[in-house]
Nanobody, 120 residues
Framework: QVQLVEAGGGLVQPGGSLRLSCAASGSIFSIHDMAWYRQAPGKQRELVAT???????NYLDSVKGRFIISRDNAKNTVYLQLNSLKPEDTAVYYC??????????????WGRGTQVTVSS
């Protein structure tokens, strides 16, 4: 059925940058809201950024001014640009998409995550 695959994670020094991507594939009629979450070991998963199908965005306070969420609807892909990275940004980053697979109503789908490690 529907599959979301994240990419772009890795090891970066404090102050560095990464760009994450999440591509959706499968039986997709349309995609509405998309979002990025993150989860550090032993911690609760937290919402990092959201973007509507109209392009409106919202961010976690601690990442405002540093991260940018965007999307390419033609490619069924959402991106997260991470700038000025800090050690506390270390986590597994997950994407979520609200997707219509029928015309009835949308359902939430999750990727399996990509690791971001910020360390000197």
């Amino acid at each position: 059925q529907v599959q979301l695959v994240e990419a772009g994670g890795g090891l970066v020094q404090p102050g560095g940058s990464l760009r994450l991507s999440c591509a959706a594939s499968g039986s997709i009629f349309s995609i509405h809201d998309m979002a990025w979450y993150r989860q550090a070991p032993g911690k609760q998963r937290e919402l990092v950024a959201t973007i509507t199908n109209g392009g409106s965005t919202n961010y976690l306070d601690s990442v405002k001014g540093r991260f940018i969420i965007s999307r390419d609807n033609a490619k069924n892909t959402v991106y997260l640009q991470l700038n000025s990275l800090k050690p506390e940004d270390t986590a597994v980053y997950y994407c979520k998409a609200e997707i219509f697979v029928t015309t009835l109503r949308p359902l939430d789908y999750w990727g399996r995550g990509t690791q971001v490690t910020v360390s000197s």
